[in-house]
């Protein structure tokens, strides 16, 4: 009776958010960390033109007590020799790294998104089985009782289906409460309400792929492609440096008013000329130096992360492939075989030619067996997203 009421209360649960993959992937670009990674894409694309900003122009002004009563000049900048073009080149490629890595970033917290749907997906899916299990405990003990009713059975059979049913019941509980908690944590990840009830639904994520093809994808992973941007980045910093070495020019312009040394005549003057900042202290080989160590740097990790990706790859299609093995195994062979035994039985229990014993471990061998079949249809979904992320593809939900 107890399990009919837990059967009940799950179907009540149908008010509870209903959650598809398709929802989860697409609440990620609306998740908190998704927007930060926009806008710093958006700050650093902005720093390429301030980058472009000319030296700041300087005025000055003063008075001389035997000559010009007023002096006023005014000094600006000649980015003529190269200096903006570098800068605003540097910027670029820094915007360039921050494009890519957030790409990354976001694939990662989609890839969390995922998994953590997944896990929801696995634990409604227990929670199902073993609802299943405790319906079939009330069964064998509803079959008991009759057996004793009848004057045919034991009331030690009664007691000990009871216990199983109650045990079953129990089991049904703490899977509610980790569906709730799996729920949470997807919530979390998303900035949803924690609070609120919600439950996996809708088609696991699969398909089929070939490893020679998910190979030449790598070309374009976005892991890969960051690292050759941080490539890009160093060497702009080195070409900034080697700009540096060129003198800074700027135009001066002065002006005296009032100067009584230039009596008789015009007592106003104009001045002009050009002045030049010669960087002969700035350690600028030290600089450059430090940059082609970054660049040299930055190539290096570039072969580190294609041979992370490789073998990644390789590593992630053999995991998929043994789960989906191990799956079809399950679905074709051990399944259908344990719920024909469980069964047979129950029936041989009911006609009295075999004890409860063998009815009750059959029954939990299938709860055994059925919750082994969801959790590798979950490990296969779960390994097609690994493979499908270690291919460089968005998530492989679609």
């Known amino acids: 009776m107890k399990a009919l009421w837990i059967v009940l209360a799950l179907a009540g649960s149908a008010r509870a958010d209903d ?86 970033a976001r694939r990662d917290l989609r890839h969390r998104a995922i998994t953590a749907w997944l896990e ?29 009713d009848a004057g045919v059975g034991g009331e030690v059979d009664v007691t000990s289906a009871h216990a199983a049913r109650a045990r079953a019941d129990v089991a049904v509980s703490a899977a509610r409460r980790e569906s709730r908690a799996r729920a949470a944590e997807l919530a979390g990840i998303l900035a949803w309400d924690a609070a609120r009830e919600r439950h996996a639904t809708g088609p696991l994520p699969g398909g089929t792929g070939d490893l020679e093809a998910l190979r030449r994808s790598l070309a374009a992973h976005p892991e890969r492609a960051a690292a050759v941007a941080r490539i890009g980045e160093a060497e702009a910093v080195e070409h900034r440096i080697s700009v540096a070495y060129r003198p800074v020019l700027a135009g001066e312009v002065t002006a005296s008013f009032d100067d009584p040394t230039m009596a008789p005549g015009p007592r106003n003057d104009v001045s002009a000329g050009l002045a030049f900042e010669l960087p002969l202290f700035g350690h600028l080989g030290d600089q450059a130096a430090a940059a082609r160590h970054d660049t040299t740097a930055a190539r290096a990790r570039l072969a580190s992360v294609d041979s992370d990706l490789t073998a990644g ?86």
């Open 19 to 104: 959650v598809t993959l398709a929802t989860v992937t697409a609440a990620v670009d609306q998740a908190p960390l998704a927007r930060a990674t926009e806008q710093d894409v958006a700050a650093a694309t902005s720093r390429v033109d301030a980058a472009g900003g000319w030296a700041p122009t300087t005025l000055h002004g003063g008075t001389n007590r035997l000559t010009a009563r007023v002096v006023a000049g005014i000094t600006f900048p000649l980015p003529i020799l190269g200096t903006l073009g570098a800068a605003r080149d540097e910027a670029a490629a820094h915007a360039t790294v921050v494009r890519d890595e957030g790409a990354v």
């Open 313 to 398: 790859l390789i590593a992630a299609y053999e995991r998929w492939q043994a789960a989906r093995e191990r799956m079809t195994g399950l679905e074709t062979e051990v399944v259908p075989a344990q719920q024909k035994a469980a069964r047979l039985a129950a029936q041989a229990f009911r006609e009295g030619a075999r004890d409860l014993a063998t009815a009750l471990q059959a029954a939990r061998d299938q709860a055994a067996v059925d919750a082994e079949l969801a959790n590798a249809r979950i490990d296969t979904a779960q390994a097609w997203i690994e493979l499908a992320i270690a291919a460089g593809k968005d998530d492989g939900a679609h």
């Open 120 to 148: 929801l997906s696995r634990a409604d899916t227990q929670v199902a089985t073993l609802v299943t299990a405790a319906t079939q405990a009330a069964e064998l003990e509803r079959i008991a009782q009759g057996r004793l």
